[in-house]
T-cell receptor
Framework: DGGITQSPKYLFRKEGQNVTLSCEQN?????MYWYRQDPGQGLRLIYY???????QKGDIAEGYSVSREKKESFPLTVTSAQKNPTAFYLC???????????????FGPGTRLTVL | AQSVTQLDSQVPVFEEAPVELRCNYS??????LFWYVQYPNQGLQLLLK??????LVKGINGFEAEFNKSQTSFHLRKPSVHISDTAEYFC????????????FGQGTRLTINP
C-alpha cells in the first residue's frame, strides 16, 4: 500500500536532548512537509522540501533541523534549542512543490513528542 | 500573506441534524481552498478542495463546501450527520503560484450527540 509512515508513534525525551522523528513516503512525491500541531492552534509549518537536497524554513523553524538526502525520506530533528517541543508532529507529502498549485497534501499518522 | 479563521472552535449537534462549519480566509493573492478531517490521534485526511470552476464542491462522506469569493468564505456543510463524523475539521488555503505551503485554521471540533 502506498502512503506515509511516521515513527515512532509516541516519543519521550529528556530536556536538553536532541531527538529525530522519521518520515518515509512511497508515493513517489517530490515535496514533503513537517507541521507542528498544538491544541487550539491548528497546524503550523516547520520546514518543507520541494526536491531532494533542498529545503526551506517554514513559519516556526527555530530549534528544528531537517535533511532531504533521499526522495522518500524527510527526517526532522528537534534540538535542545527548541523551547517548548512537546507537541504532535505531522509529516505530509505532495506530488510537486511548485506551481501549478492545488496538489493535495497527504499526511502521515503523526508522532506525539513529550518532553519530560 | 494568507490567514484562515474558523469561526467556531466547537460545534455540538445531534445525530441526523444538519451542520455547517464556518471558514473565512484572507489573502492578497489567489488561493486554493481545502477542508481536512482529523480523527483522534491520527493524521489529516482530505475531505474536499476548491481549485476553480463551480463554487459548490462535493467531497467524501457526504460533505460539501461553497466558495464565496466576495465574502472570502469556504463553509463546510453536511445535511445529516452521523456519530462517525465526530472529529476535528481544518480549513486551509494554499497559494496558486509558488510553493505549496498550506496555512491552516485553528480547527473546529465537531461532536455528534445521539
Amino acid at each position: 500500500d502506498g502512503g506515509i509512515t511516521q515513527s515512532p508513534k509516541y516519543l519521550f525525551r529528556k530536556e536538553g536532548q536532541n531527538v529525530t522523528l522519521s518520515c518515509e513516503q512511497n508515493l513517489n512525491h517530490d515535496a514533503m512537509y513537517w507541521y507542528r500541531q498544538d491544541p487550539g492552534q491548528g497546524l503550523r509549518l516547520i520546514y518543507y522540501s520541494q526536491i531532494v537536497n533542498d529545503f526551506q524554513k517554514g513559519d516556526i523553524a527555530e530549534g528544528y533541523s531537517v535533511s532531504r538526502e533521499k526522495k522518500e525520506s524527510f527526517p526532522l530533528t528537534v534540538t535542545s534549542a527548541q523551547k517548548n517541543p512537546t507537541a504532535f508532529y505531522l509529516c505530509a507529502s505532495s506530488m510537486s512543490g511548485g506551481s501549478p498549485g492545488g496538489d493535495t497534501q497527504y499526511f502521515g499518522p503523526g508522532t506525539r513528542l513529550t518532553v519530560l | 500573506a494568507q490567514s484562515v479563521t474558523q469561526l467556531d472552535s466547537q460545534v455540538p449537534v445531534f445525530e441526523e441534524a444538519p451542520v455547517e462549519l464556518r471558514c473565512n480566509y484572507s489573502s492578497s493573492v489567489s488561493v486554493y481552498l481545502f477542508w481536512y478531517v482529523q480523527y483522534p490521534n491520527q493524521g489529516l485526511q482530505l475531505l474536499l478542495k476548491y481549485l476553480s470552476g463551480s463554487t459548490l464542491v462535493k467531497g467524501i462522506n457526504g460533505f460539501e463546501a461553497e466558495f464565496n469569493k466576495s465574502q472570502t468564505s469556504f463553509h463546510l456543510r453536511k445535511p445529516s450527520v452521523h456519530i462517525s463524523d465526530t472529529a476535528e475539521y481544518f480549513c486551509a488555503v494554499g497559494r496558486i503560484q509558488g510553493a505549496q505551503k498550506l496555512v491552516f485554521g485553528q480547527g473546529t471540533r465537531l461532536t455528534i450527540n445521539p
